[in-house]
Every structure is written in structure tokens, then in C-alpha cells.
């Protein structure tokens, strides 16, 4: 069992920066494939990104290379989601995401409750 909480949104000017960061429960945070996904109104939830246990590969989606950054510290089951160069596009419900498959894995074993980000033009 793995739970994950999400804090850091908020709302942010076009151009500004944001850090989400995904608190997960256990020791053992190394065993998951950590990810971030969004999801606007109106929108499918697409993924943003994810990263795997040791944090030697990751995969961001075209809309967001080169301005996000996917992290992860083991030792405080922590994954991050740094955000830079922010548009009004990114607005979205973002939401972290673990599973025991590889970080290519198309679908995911446990969610976070999701947190807000609002990106004004």
C-alpha cells in the first residue's frame, strides 16, 4: 500500500515557477516508478512525466521539455516536479502517481488527491 499526497500549487503568473512535490508513506519508495500526470477541464488527464526507481531514466511529454524537471529523493520518499517557464496551457489538476512497473508503464497502481495549478496570462 502506498499513499501519496501532493503540495506546491497554486496560482502563478505566465513565465513564473512552480515545485510540486509527492510525499509518499513507507520506507520504500525506491521500489516505485514515480510519475506526474495532468488533467484540465474539458481534457483528458495526459502524463506530464515520470521517473524511474533509481532515477536514471526519465519521459516527459512534448509540451513540457525543457521546462520540467522530474526528481526524486529516496531517503525522504519524495518525488518533485519542477516546473519552469510556466503557460497559461499548464493550468491543470497535476497529480502524482506511483507504481511497481517500469517508469515506460502506461498505467499506474496509486494517485495522489491532485493539486491545483493555475497559470494567469
Known amino acids: 500500500q502506498v499513499q501519496l499526497v501532493e503540495s506546491g500549487g497554486g496560482l502563478v503568473q505566465a513565465g513564473g515557477s512552480l515545485r510540486l512535490s509527492c510525499a509518499a508513506s513507507g520506507r520504500t519508495a525506491s521500489t516505485y516508478t514515480m510519475g506526474w500526470f495532468r488533467q484540465a477541464p474539458g481534457k483528458e488527464r495526459e502524463r506530464v512525466a515520470a521517473m524511474s526507481r533509481t532515477g536514471g531514466s526519465t519521459l516527459y511529454a512534448d509540451s513540457v521539455k525543457g521546462r520540467f524537471t522530474i526528481s526524486r529523493d529516496n531517503a525522504k520518499n519524495t518525488c518533485y516536479l519542477q516546473m519552469n517557464s510556466l503557460k497559461p496551457e499548464d493550468t491543470a489538476v497535476y497529480y502524482c502517481?506511483?507504481?511497481?512497473?517500469?517508469?515506460?508503464?502506461?498505467?499506474?497502481?496509486?494517485w495522489g488527491q491532485g493539486t491545483q495549478v493555475t497559470v494567469s496570462s
Open positions: 502517481a506511483a507504481t511497481w512497473r517500469s517508469y515506460d508503464a502506461s498505467t499506474y497502481d496509486y
